[in-house]
Each structure stands twice: as structure tokens, then as C-alpha cells.
């Protein structure tokens, strides 16, 4: 028997950079119809349906633009506040949502990964993708409402060439949320510790990261003689964040290339340490979840 | 024939226990043995044999300890074994659920495992959509399913409900459906782990004949686990005994069964758990067939079972003693009772009771369980073992050669 006939080798470990992608592209109908699941079984036997994909962010706004606009006076930038505060959470729930899903992959699917092997990436890769549907819908309603205010005239925000970028930065917001999400799924599996820890911190991350306030308002801080502005841009999806707002409504001013590449590096580097690090423990997860 | 699947030294390492508490402890000393120290892992050498019943001294042990043998292509091998053997953990390192602590298998061809059918079910989806999904799941790719559709469908015989979510299926048709997809798998080595056990008659036959085809045509291999001596008889050509994560024995279908239950009767006694006992009764011993172990062969045609009750009491009168004859789901199929013919027992100081039971000759194949019990009848019980013996009955065979399996019934009536 010559070794080079076998088809599968099973041993007990990866080698730290084997990541098998022609398998998962052999999946690829596997991901297609785990998107459409995802999609169609989130709504099923509801009454306003997908309508709750503009509802979220719909009350979300408002409830900003009584906390933050009314109460705390937060400036946005001389932009109309429903227009600022739609961007900004438009971009972060995509982000919130997918880190959030993602990082429960194994914990979710247990019992699916017990009992039958598939590549194990295809799941929160097919998260990623099917909540962009659901950002696809909020940002028509964010366009919808950059119309209204167009039209009625007098609006103070405008496009910049910045809004070519959009698409990268949609990947950029999606490959972080991915990175990030099967880095904690790996480590939740084990020490579920982190998963309490986790579902608080996404929460607290949104308030370091500006979405209900400009980044212009935090030019002159100061934190031991550092600029508060650039330790805010350390945050990976701050960057992203800000050149959306900038591109769209001409807000603030643009963060700098310095900073949105800063944000890609790290968004490769994330995804490559994820990927390795989930691979290794996809093998031997059933055993300890 | 060629070599098909080869497992060599494979074994696997399960941590008894709560997974939390002194996880992180262990991690950290592997971790610092393993990799600073570059010594062997310590948790490693202190795993115990698997042995379900005794209680062991360490945390780790071994599901599967150097595991060796190679399957040929076309076999279909029966993989039987005690509950905790290994059996399914065997088949969760072949379909790459879970990754063998040491050693490496090699297989040629797609791996198709059922280890549980319906898998990845969604309830608020069609039967339609959860084939796509679970062919899906599966390994088959969009083409694939929409090809073998109808045949799936008509296969499951849910025609009817097949746009319809699957959260009003009844359980059966669930199954049914998971059934129906997997067996259109095709994969080269199938991999099988006691679907049968589930779904109605009619359906558990489709699915034997299924089982059946994938393996006579096109010469395809299958991994079969299943406690039902009858179907590991009817289905494989060989036969692989594993006990206590070991392979105790590998050799022809019949040999490892018979191998396996001589196995256990090695271990097992009648009197080794019974439910009840009483002060004033105190039973010694007990035989069936001549032996005190827990589990033997009926052989109808040879006409009898012999039972030996022996032991002391003190002042019981008006009792009875009984034998209930069980299938698999413990529902009740015959009885016996010495007191039938004899009247009531009074037992006081050492007894024997002693009975040849005529068995009828047109018995069907399958096993059944027996308990045993001496009570005063609507009083009370003295004595009560609950499926303490196993009888594998070897059942007859009618002119047509097929042999009747215990689900259809304890007897077959004959023609007059």
C-alpha cells in the first residue's frame, strides 16, 4: 500500500498554519445556505418582519438624540443628529452584531459540530455575510433619511470623495468582527468566564469608540501629555467609523491614511490570528464545551 | 481487496469530571511541562483504562487506547461493544468530530457519517429547505441534492409535507427524512452509528435494505455500531469487539458476536443488582441455562430454558416466583411462573426451585431481557431483579429462509 493513495488523514494536530481553504470552497454551497437560513428563520412568525431591521435603529436614534443630543448636549459636527447618529450606529451594529454571533460559534453549535464534520470556519464566515443584509437594509434607511433632509433643503452635510472607500471600510468593519469573533469563540469554548465578560465589554467598546459623539470633540483632551484623539484611533474600528462619517456627511475632518491602513494591518494580522487559533481548537472542541 | 480506512495506534484521552474547576491549572502545568520543560506530558501517563464500572484513582482516561486494524474496501464491519467501549468515540475520530489524542487514521474516499440523522434541522424551515441544508451539512454540494431530490423525497415517503416547516413534522418523519438524505450521501466509507433504532417497522427495513445496497454495489465500505446482534448479523461481513477502549477481537460478523457475548458473560452475574431484597429472603444463587452469568443463548428448537432459584428464607408462604420475558423496550412479551402448575410456594430454611421451561419452536430471533422476581402475589415483594439476564434467542427460520426479528412479535403463528 503506497501512502500517496490516501484521500483523508486524520492525526491529533494541526500544524500551526495548516488552514484548509480549498475545503472550505468546497463548502461554498454550505455557506450560501447558511446565509439564507440565517436570513429567513430570524423573522419567521413575526408580524413586522424584516421591518425590524429599520425599527432597531429607528428607536435607537431617537433614544440618542434624547440622551446624548438633549441631555448630555453632545455636539454632532453641525450635522442634523438623526443623520450623525444613524451612521454611526448603522456601522456599529453591523459590527456588534457580527462580533456578538461569531463569538458564539461553538457554544451555539454544538450539536451540530458534534455529530457531523464540515469546515467549522464556514459558520461565523456565514454570519458575517448574512448580517449584511440586515446593514444593507439600515443603510438604505440611512439614505433614505440623507434624502429627506436633502430635499428639504438647507442641510449642512455633505458627500466626500471619502465615500468611494465605503466598500473596503465594509470589510474592514467585517474582517474585524470576524477576527475578533472566532478569537473569543476559541477561547469561550473552554473558560465560559469570558463570555460573561464579553457580552459587557462589546457594550462599554461602543462608548470608545465615536458614535455618539464626535471625534473632533476630544481635539483638545489630553490624557499625560497624549493626545486622547490618538489613543482613540489605537481602537481599530475607530478609524473605519470616522472615515464613513467624514465620506458621507463631510463631518469632523478625515482621520488620516495613517490610520484607516493602521486599522487594515491590524484587521489582517487579527484575521490570520484567528483563524489559526480556531483552527486549532475546532479539533478537539466537543471535548471540552 | 485494498485497504479502505487504517487506523494505527490511535487512542483518545477524555478528562473525567467537571471541565472547569482545576482546568486552568492543568492547561498551565501542561503547558510548562510540555513546552518549557520539554518533557512528556504529564496528564498523558496517569490515564486508566476505561473501565465504566470501577471506580479509578485519575481524572483522565482512555475512550480508545492504541487502537490498530485496517478495514478493507466493500466490508461492512460491525462494531460492537458494551455501552462505553469506545464504539462511538471510534466512529467521532472517523468523521472528524473530535481529534485522536495519538496515532493517525487513513482512509480513501468521502466519509459520510450518520451518526445521527436530521442533523442541523431547522424547525422553522420546509423539508425541502432542510434537505438542501442537511445534503448540505453532509458534504454534498447544491447540484447534488437538487439531482437526487425527488428519490430523496419519495424515499422519505414525506411527499406531502414537503413544503412544510419542519416543526409540525412528527418525530418519525423528521427521521425519515434525516434517513432519506443521508442515504443519498454516496459516500465511499459510510459510517453508521444506530439510526435504526428509531422509525417504524416498514421504515427500519427500508433502511436495512438501504444499508444493504450501498454496500453490495459499488463496493463501498461501512462502519456499523449498533447493539442489535440481529442486524450486525443480517448486515456485516466482519466484526470488531471492543472492550474497555481496546479491540478485544476482529474476525467474521458471527465470531464477534458470539465473542462478545461470552465476553460479557464473563463479567455480568444475575445477582448482581437486583432492585429489591428483603430481610426475611435471602437468594443465593441462580441459574439459567446451567450458568450464573448474565446473558446466554436460547435455542428454541432445542425445546427448553432451565432456571434454578436457590437460597434461604424464613417463614414466606403463599409466594410466587416469576420470570418475565422483555424486548429491547422492556415491554413484557411471556411469563413464566413456577406456581402455575405447583400452587403457591411456602418457603422456610434452604429452598431450591428448579424448572425446565418448554420453549415453543416458532420463537422469533432477537434478545430478550428477563426479570426475575419472588413476591406473595397482591402482597408484596421479597425478591425483584430487573432485566438481570439477556437471552440472545436464535430464533427460527421458515421456509423462505428470512428470519424474523423480534419486533414483529414474540411467536409466528403457524398454519394449521
Not at chain 1, 483638545?220 to 467624514?246: Q, R
Not at chain 2, 450521501?185 to 444493504?212: C, N, S, T
Not at chain 2, 415483594?381 to 428470519?403: I, K
Amino acid at each position: 500500500m503506497t501512502e500517496e493513495n490516501w484521500t483523508t488523514v486524520i492525526k491529533p494536530k494541526n500544524r500551526l498554519l495548516e488552514v484548509n481553504i480549498g475545503e472550505l470552497w468546497k463548502y461554498k454551497d454550505l455557506i450560501a445556505l447558511f446565509i439564507k437560513r440565517n436570513i429567513i428563520t430570524q423573522y419567521k412568525q413575526t408580524i413586522l418582519g424584516p421591518l425590524w431591521f429599520v425599527v432597531q435603529p429607528a428607536l435607537s436614534v431617537v433614544m440618542y438624540m434624547i440622551v446624548f443630543g438633549g441631555i448630555a448636549g453632545i455636539p454632532t459636527d453641525g450635522v442634523p443628529r438623526p443623520l450623525f447618529y444613524l451612521a454611526g450606529t448603522c456601522m456599529w451594529q453591523y459590527f456588534s452584531d457580527c462580533i456578538t454571533k461569531t463569538s458564539n460559534t461553538f457554544v451555539d453549535n454544538a450539536a451540530i459540530f458534534g455529530k457531523v464534520y464540515f469546515p467549522r470556519l464556514a459558520t461565523p464566515i456565514s454570519n458575517v455575510l448574512s448580517n449584511l443584509v440586515r446593514f444593507g437594509i439600515q443603510f438604505g434607511l440611512f439614505l433614505v433619511v440623507y434624502a429627506i433632509y436633502a430635499l428639504i433643503g438647507g442641510l449642512a452635510a455633505h458627500f466626500t470623495w471619502y465615500a468611494l472607500l465605503f466598500p473596503v471600510l465594509v470589510l474592514m468593519m467585517a474582517g474585524l468582527a470576524l477576527g475578533f469573533g472566532i478569537l473569543f469563540s476559541s477561547m469561550t469554548t473552554k473558560y465560559r468566564d469570558l463570555q460573561v465578560l464579553f457580552s459587557f465589554g462589546i457594550s462599554l467598546w461602543m462608548y470608545a469608540t465615536p458614535i455618539v459623539y464626535p471625534l473632533t470633540q476630544t481635539k483638545s483632551m489630553f490624557w499625560k501629555g497624549i493626545p486622547v484623539h490618538k489613543l482613540m484611533c489605537l481602537n481599530p474600528v475607530t478609524p473605519v467609523i470616522e472615515t464613513f462619517k467624514y465620506g458621507f456627511l463631510g463631518a469632523g475632518e478625515f482621520v488620516g491614511w495613517r490610520w484607516l491602513i493602521y486599522s487594515f494591518v491590524f484587521m489582517v494580522v487579527l484575521l490570520a490570528l484567528g483563524i489559526v487559533v480556531f483552527n486549532r481548537v475546532q479539533k478537539n472542541f466537543m471535548d471540552t464545551v | 481487496m485494498p485497504t479502505a480506512i487504517e487506523f494505527n495506534n490511535i487512542s483518545k484521552l477524555y478528562r473525567l469530571g467537571l471541565v472547569s474547576t482545576g482546568t486552568l491549572a492543568h492547561d498551565l502545568k501542561r503547558w510548562w511541562t510540555v513546552s518549557i520543560r520539554r518533557k512528556e506530558d504529564p496528564y498523558l501517563k496517569i490515564g486508566e483504562t476505561n473501565d465504566r464500572s470501577t471506580k479509578g484513582d485519575s481524572d483522565y482516561v482512555w475512550a480508545l487506547k492504541d487502537i490498530d486494524f485496517k478495514v478493507e474496501q466493500g466490508d461492512v464491519v460491525g462494531i460492537i461493544g458494551k455501552n462505553g467501549a469506545g464504539k462511538s468515540t471510534l466512529l467521532k475520530l472517523l468523521s472528524k468530530v473530535t481529534a485522536p489524542t495519538t496515532g493517525e487514521i487513513h482512509a480513501k474516499g468521502r466519509i459520510g457519517s450518520l451518526l445521527e440523522v436530521g442533523t442541523g434541522f431547522h424547525p422553522e424551515m420546509t423539508g425541502r429547505e432542510n434537505i438542501y441544508m442537511n445534503g448540505a451539512i453532509l458534504g454534498m454540494t447544491k447540484a447534488e441534492i437538487t439531482r437526487k431530490l425527488d428519490e430523496i423525497v419519495d424515499f422519505s415517503g414525506c411527499e406531502r409535507y414537503i413544503d412544510t416547516p419542519v416543526k409540525r413534522y412528527s418525530s418519525g418523519m423528521m427521521v425519515r427524512l434525516g434517513f432519506a438524505v443521508a442515504a443519498h450521501l454516496d459516500p465511499e466509507i459510510l459510517v453508521v452509528d444506530e439510526v435504526l433504532a428509531v422509525g417504524d417497522a416498514e421504515f427500519q427495513k427500508k433502511a436495512i435494505g438501504k444499508m444493504q445496497d450501498v454496500s453490495k454495489g459499488g463496493g463501498r465500505t461501512v462502519l456499523f455500531v449498533s447493539h442489535n446482534m440481529a442486524a450486525v448479523r443480517n448486515l456485516c461481513k466482519t466484526g470488531i469487539v471492543l472492550h474497555n477502549g481496546s479491540v478485544v477481537f476482529s474476525g467474521t460478523a458471527d465470531q464477534a458476536i458470539e465473542k462478545y457475548l461470552s465476553n460479557d458473560r464473563l463479567k455480568d452475574q444475575i445477582l448482581d443488582n437486583p432492585a429489591k431484597t428483603h430481610p426475611r429472603l435471602n437468594v443465593q444463587k441462580i441459574l439459567i441455562n446451567g450458568t450464573s452469568l448474565s446473558s446466554s443463548t436460547l435455542t428454541p428448537t432445542n425445546g427448553t430454558l432451565d432456571v434454578l432459584i436457590e437460597g434461604d428464607a424464613e417463614k414466606i408462604s403463599n409466594a410466587d416466583a416469576s420470570l418475565i420475558f422483555r424486548n429491547n423496550d422492556g415491554a413484557a412479551l411471556a411469563r413464566f411462573s413456577f406456581s402455575d402448575k405447583r400452587g403457591l410456594l411456602n418457603l422456610n430454611g434452604h429452598f431450591c426451585l428448579s424448572a425446565k421451561i418448554k420453549l415453543p419452536l416458532n420463537m422469533h430471533a432477537g434478545r430478550l431481557k428477563v426479570d426475575i422476581a419472588i413476591h406473595q402475589p397482591n402482597v408484596e415483594f421479597y425478591f425483584v431483579a430487573r432485566e438481570c439476564c439477556m437471552l440472545e434467542v436464535e430464533g427460527y427460520t421458515p421456509v423462505t429462509g428470512q428470519l424474523q426479528p423480534l419486533s414483529s412479535g414474540l411467536l409466528s403463528l403457524e398454519e394449521e
